[in-house]
Each structure stands twice: as C-alpha cells, then as structure tokens.
C-alpha cells in the first residue's frame, strides 16, 4: 500500500518527497522533528493517534530554539497529520515523523537568514523494542550539558549523541542503552525516559536531569496516580539506586513501556516484568488503542465510521 508525505505544503506520494542535496539542515543537523504513534484497534477498524497536540506543542517549543519558523499553529498541523494518516489507510500501527527544518540549499554554520520548511511522514511501524523485557547496559557516552546543546529539544543533530549510545549498546550484546547525566546521575535510555519502582513507588529523573519531557513519561506519571494511587518521585538518580530497585522500564512514544529485566548482567529485581510495571503497561494499552474511555481526549481517531 502506497505511503504519503505531507512536503512542501502539500501532499505527494511517500517516493516523491525529496530534498536538495545542500539543504542546511542535512549538513549541520538544523532540525527539530517529533514521533507521534498511530494505534490500530482491529475491533474498531480505527487508528487512534496519540496526544498529538502535546507533541506539536513540543515541536513548537523546538522550533523556538532553532529560530525555526513553523507555517502551521499546532491545531493546523494536528489536521493535517490526520489526513495525512488517512490519506495511507493503513489497518496497523504507525509511527508519523514530523520535521521543521532548516529548508535553503545553503552551506554555512548558522541559524539566520535561512528559510525554514515542514514535513511529516507515516510508515508501518511494530514495537520499537520487541522483546518482553529488555537487556540494558550502561553507556559510556553521556547526555550533553545545558551549555553544549539543549537535552529537552529533539534537535536532529542532538541525536547522534543517542545513537553513539545505542550503538555501543548494541555491540555489547544489550538491546538498549542508559546515558548518564554529566555528573554521572541516571538520564534515560538512548530514546526513551527510565522509571524505577523502589519501595513501591515510581521514581525518574527530573526534568533538570537532561531528559527529555517525554510524552509517555508524563503519561505514566498521570496514570500511576490516578489509577494506581502511586505517585511519581522526580529527582536525581544514582547509578547504585538502579542496580537496586524493585522494577525498571523505559517509555517513549516508540517503545512504549518496555520493561527492563537487566542491566550490566545484573537482574533488576527478580528479572522478571514487575507488577506495578505490568499493570501500567495494561492500562497504558488500552488507553492508546481507544479502549478506555476515561482518557479518550488523548486519542484522536482517524478514519470516519459510519455508526
């Protein structure tokens, strides 16, 4: 079934969206961009996207710091996405990447005097991390500073930090990475927020701890409380403290909550997918799926169904 993209303010085939070889953005990373998850419900026949308009908002706030100039308020670009999606008329999950980004076909370092442009895309997209639960390993790369490139923007070019990371991960035979902060804290995984569950209570690095504000993070830490009745402690987290806890998982728009059974071969808790991680999966489900209607204003459908 044929993609679509939404490129140079229009619509056009997923194939015919292309970029100038000396687009500024390509070379310097002058980018901001966003991953926002398309949930299929099969009974329904629905895709429901999920808060879209906290990642525009997020987009929005990034493009501020790259001097990007955005041509569509976040209700503009909320539509657009779902007709973009219906456009596809996939009957699966799907992942949409918007890009803002530095447009003009020139080389330089800078900011000023360049065009600006957006784009956004949708492709099938499964389990960022699929596997029950997750092999980590401590990286030997850290998050930057807030005086070297800002962590809470998803700057393109910020993310090679993330994939030197993940590549390293990788190569040592875990499935994922946990960046530490300059001061050697817990940060977060190489695209993901990390939660731990000590004494029965969810705790996460705080938001001055070179994370980024991710979206699932803080719908975690609305769903522990409402209804688990569990608040979420944010603060600094040292390296001993993860060794040690009850639980472990990683959230993110891609990898959803993914537990996480080790890290540096040493099991977290009894190594197996925790309960209080369990039953925020379950609810965190259903609630993306369309299946809950307490929390149905997070979800946007996309197909129009006759009743």
């Not at 890009?99 to 784009?119: C, I, Q």
């Not at 990898?255 to 996480?260: K, L, N, Q, R, S």
Request: glycine content about 8%; hydrophobic content about 40%.
């Amino acid at each position: 079934m044929p993609s679509y993209a939404y490129f140079n303010k229009q619509f056009v085939p997923l194939a015919e969206a292309k970029i100038g070889i000396m687009t500024n953005a390509l070379h310097y990373g002058t980018a901001i961009f966003e991953g926002i998850r398309g949930n299929w419900n099969s009974d329904q026949k629905q895709i429901y996207i999920f808060r879209p308009k906290e990642h525009f908002e997020r987009l929005q706030n990034g493009c501020r710091v790259l001097k990007i100039d955005l041509p569509h308020s976040v209700d503009e670009l909320c539509q657009l996405t779902v007709k973009l999606v219906a456009m596809c008329r996939f009957e699966e999950d799907i992942y949409i990447r918007p890009l803002a980004y530095k447009s003009s076909e020139s080389l330089g370092v800078r900011l000023h005097n360049l065009e600006s442009d957006f784009l956004a895309l949708v492709i099938p997209w499964g389990p960022y991390l699929d596997m029950d639960k997750a092999r980590c390993g401590v990286s030997s790369w850290r998050r930057p500073d807030y005086n070297v490139i800002p962590p809470s923007a998803k700057l393109t070019g910020l993310y090679i930090n993330n994939a030197l990371a993940k590549n390293e991960a990788i190569e040592k035979g875990f499935d994922e990475a946990i960046m530490l902060t300059p001061d050697g804290h817990i940060s977060e995984g190489s695209g993901e927020n990390i939660f731990l569950v000590m004494d029965g209570k969810l705790v996460t690095p705080a938001s001055d701890n070179h994370i980024l504000l991710g979206i699932t993070r803080d719908t975690v830490i609305k769903l522990a409380k409402e209804e688990l009745g569990i608040e979420a402690i944010e603060r600094p987290v040292e390296l001993r403290e993860l060794f040690a806890a009850e639980e472990c998982f990683l959230t993110g728009t891609a990898a959803h909550i993914t537990p996480v059974g080790e890290v540096d071969h040493r099991p977290i808790g009894d190594g197996e997918v925790g309960e209080i991680t369990a039953k925020l999966q379950k609810l965190y489900f259903e609630i993306i799926r369309g299946n809950n209607p307490k929390y149905l204003d997070w979800c946007t459908p996309v197909y129009k169904r006759v009743p």
